[in-house]
């Protein structure tokens, strides 16, 4: 059963600081990892998504790496802003075509 | 105008009444899901299909049932709902498995 978890499950930040969110899933056969941001009591964004052939992918601020073979994903966010304030969900596609989500970092950037 | 659009957005109900959710989409993606969300426990898969005469149960399907009426349209039903059904509940839309899930914008479902 693919287990995944986010750690921390909260983080407060101040403003322009570099911060990393991890990501770390049981089962190494997926097809992708997708991360999410969530403001509060809204929908999910997607913010990158990573196929399971890929090392990273990059928006922005914003940089995705995957390591299928250690089960770890990290979202990098670079200079943070009090608008990055959100809940991050990572979330992984399975080859049985279902998606695992971790349970989100919350994420609090302080001016 | 939204691509994945929920009704209602927001419904209070009592313990033993049939709800259902709907949830339309734009996208022209055969792929549609339910999701539903508890504070610490992240979202869960409740039911998914992919295509109009394919339904596939989740991780947590008992007590959930849904309808696929044509490729754009994908219905939640609770047959008699009980408090622990409350939650946050998420469609989404997926190409295939290589591309991104959109989501909508969630029901809040309050079942007292």
């Known amino acids: 059963k693919q287990e995944v978890t986010q750690i921390p499950a909260a983080l407060s930040v101040p403003e322009g600081e570099n911060l990393v969110l991890n990501c770390s899933f049981t089962?190494?056969?997926?097809?992708?990892l997708q991360w999410f941001r969530q403001d509060p009591g809204k929908g999910l964004t997607s913010l990158l998504l990573i196929q399971s052939s890929q090392r990273e992918q990059t928006s922005g601020r914003l940089n995705a790496s995957l390591d299928k073979s250690s089960g770890r994903s990290t979202l990098y966010i670079a200079a943070s802003q009090p608008g990055d304030s959100a809940t991050y969900l990572c979330a992984v596609s399975r080859r049985n075509n279902d998606m695992r989500f971790g349970a989100g970092t919350r994420l609090t950037v302080k001016p | 105008d939204a691509d994945v659009t929920q009704t209602p957005r927001n419904r209070i109900t009592k313990t033993g009444k049939r709800i259902m959710l709907e949830c339309s989409q734009t996208k022209g993606h055969d792929r549609m899901y339910w999701y539903r969300q508890d504070p610490g426990l992240g979202l869960r898969l409740i039911y998914y299909?992919?295509?109009?005469?394919?339904?596939n149960k989740g991780e947590i399907s008992d007590g959930y049932s849904v309808s696929r009426q044509a490729q754009a349209k994908f219905s939640l039903s609770l047959e008699s709902a009980i408090p622990n059904q409350t939650a946050l509940y998420f469609c989404a839309t997926m190409r295939d498995s290589y591309n991104e899930q959109f989501f909508g914008p969630g029901t809040r479902l309050t079942v007292l």
């Open positions: 089962d190494s056969a997926i097809y992708n």
């Open positions: 299909s992919f295509d109009v005469k394919d339904i």
